[in-house]
């Protein structure tokens, strides 16, 4: 049964019989029944504002150039970006990066402590002993 039509009742279509084989054999390849086989045709139909009498043929072939002008033009927008944004940018940050790697000075002023801050006191030495 097809989904969503089950309650509804069948109405009988006159078709040539050559027409119906044909028809017949083209709802088998999509393994479906004759009644959402016409539907999905006439939806394909109504939906892209085709008629069955005009040719497909050039239609499709200019939108297929189309298409591949889109594209082509989007690929030309995203190596232009890719040029004059994202490459620079990286060159900078890497500058960046570079020269606080080489730049090894401390931050906070710290006193470093070394030997020759020694206390200033001494030890008496006991000389008696």
Do not use: H, W
């Not at 009742?9 to 390849?29: D, G, I, Q, T």
């Not at 989007?74 to 994202?86: C, N, P």
């Not at 006193?111 to 008496?124: A, T």
């Amino acid at each position: 049964m097809d989904k969503g039509y089950e309650k509804e009742r069948f109405e009988s279509v006159s078709l040539k019989a050559s027409v119906a084989k044909k028809f017949n054999r083209y709802c088998k390849k999509l393994s479906m029944s004759k009644s959402m086989t016409l539907l999905l045709m006439l939806e394909f139909f109504e939906d892209n504002g085709i008629s069955p009498t005009e040719s497909i043929g050039p239609k499709m072939q200019t939108l297929e150039n189309l298409v591949k002008k889109r594209i082509n033009g989007v690929i030309a927008i995203l190596k232009d970006i890719e040029k004059s944004q994202t490459k620079p940018t990286v060159a900078m940050l890497q500058s960046l990066f570079e020269e606080s790697a080489t730049k090894k000075e401390p931050l906070i002023l710290e006193k470093k402590y070394s030997q020759e801050n020694q206390p200033k006191y001494q030890e008496r030495i006991n000389k008696d002993t």
